[in-house]
């Protein structure tokens, strides 16, 4: 799967510089990657986790741009030239990107289809800061896994980069967490287009996690996004999260720990109007007009 993800670069319809990140592996990965003249290196001694290889890679490139991949999933051929051209056009009507995301398609680890991710609107859109992180309060904003994203490299290093520290508990969400730091220092673009392929694994794993554990993952973020926003976390937002969560549990039979969280929800009767709100998507301006 690596040789796949680093060929997926290598064959841009725009050329871009390549870096690997290794993790201190024990696999083949030395031997595979020096089948692959410049591109660029780095081994590290001990595994750093998944935010200080991030942001080891993000010090080590040049460009002005990051396009994050992970060793599982690849690039669609014209990935590169199509954030480019949308970061162009923003920037070009005045805007201040820093984040840019296209779809994905979803494939299992035999690269059968399972789907796509959604898209924010048929063309191409441009949200402002705190529109970005209004929209993120109530999952309206689908920014998506790193492989869909590309990012400014100035501004993350300017944000601090992925977070090193963040607690064992906090399993998931360390990317969307990256996210948050990225909104609060410009505009986000988002394209219509399929950037690329993400590998979705067996989800027993993820199926399995406590759903208690999910939420409060959940809520550190949105306290994040409040604090961005300087604004008081509302109760409703708790209890729309809640009630994201305990139906997520109720869907996987874990009726023991669906019924907390959803108990949680009915004390915030306004969560459900959020969680409706949410399913509906807002309307947003596009960049440019619907052809």
């Known amino acids: 799967m690596l040789r796949r993800?680093?060929?997926?670069?290598?064959?841009?319809?725009?050329?871009?510089?390549?870096?690997?990140?290794?993790?201190?592996?024990?696999?083949?990965?030395?031997?595979?990657?020096?089948?692959?003249?410049?591109?660029?290196?780095?081994?590290?001694?001990q595994a750093l986790g998944h935010s200080g290889a991030a942001n080891k890679g993000i010090n080590a490139a040049h460009g002005d741009w990051i396009k994050p991949v992970d060793d599982d999933d690849w690039l669609a051929s014209n990935c590169?030239?199509?954030?480019?051209?949308?970061?162009?056009?923003?920037?070009?009507?005045?805007?201040?990107p820093v984040i840019v995301s296209g779809r994905s398609v979803n494939v299992d680890e035999h690269e059968a289809v399972l789907g796509e991710t959604r898209q924010l609107d048929p063309g191409l859109v441009c949200l402002p800061s705190r529109q970005l992180l209004e929209m993120m309060m109530i999952e309206q904003?689908?920014?998506?896994?790193?492989?869909?994203?590309?990012?400014?490299?100035?501004?993350?290093?300017?944000?601090?980069?992925?977070?090193?520290?963040?607690?064992?508990?906090?399993?998931?969400?360390?990317e969307t967490e990256f996210w948050i730091k990225l909104a609060a220092l410009g505009d986000a673009v988002f394209l219509p287009d399929i950037v690329s392929y993400r590998t979705i694994?067996?989800?027993?794993?993820?199926?399995?996690?406590?759903?208690?554990?999910?939420?409060?993952?959940?809520?550190?973020?949105?306290?994040?996004?409040?604090?961005?926003?300087?604004?008081s976390i509302e109760p409703a937002v708790q209890g729309f999260v809640a009630l994201h969560w305990g139906l997520v549990a109720l869907k996987d039979k874990k009726v023991s720990e669906s019924l907390p969280l959803l108990g949680k929800a009915l004390l915030q009767p306004s969560a459900f109007k959020l969680f409706m709100d949410q399913r509906k998507m807002r309307q947003v301006k596009p960049l440019l007009e619907h052809l």
């Open 5 to 45: 993800a680093i060929e997926s670069c290598i064959k841009q319809t725009k050329a871009c510089e390549v870096v690997v990140v290794d993790e201190a592996s024990t696999d083949d990965t030395p031997n595979v990657v020096s089948q692959y003249p410049g591109v660029v290196y780095i081994r590290n001694a």
């Open 80 to 96: 590169i030239s199509s954030l480019d051209e949308a970061v162009s056009i923003a920037l070009a009507r005045g805007r201040n």
């Open 201 to 231: 694994w067996d989800q027993g794993t993820a199926a399995s996690s406590a759903h208690s554990k999910r939420f409060s993952g959940n809520m550190h973020l949105k306290k994040l996004i409040a604090q961005s926003l300087n604004i």
């Open 141 to 174: 904003a689908p920014i998506g896994t790193p492989v869909q994203v590309g990012h400014s490299r100035a501004a993350a290093i300017a944000c601090g980069g992925w977070n090193v520290d963040r607690k064992i508990s906090l399993q998931y969400g360390d």
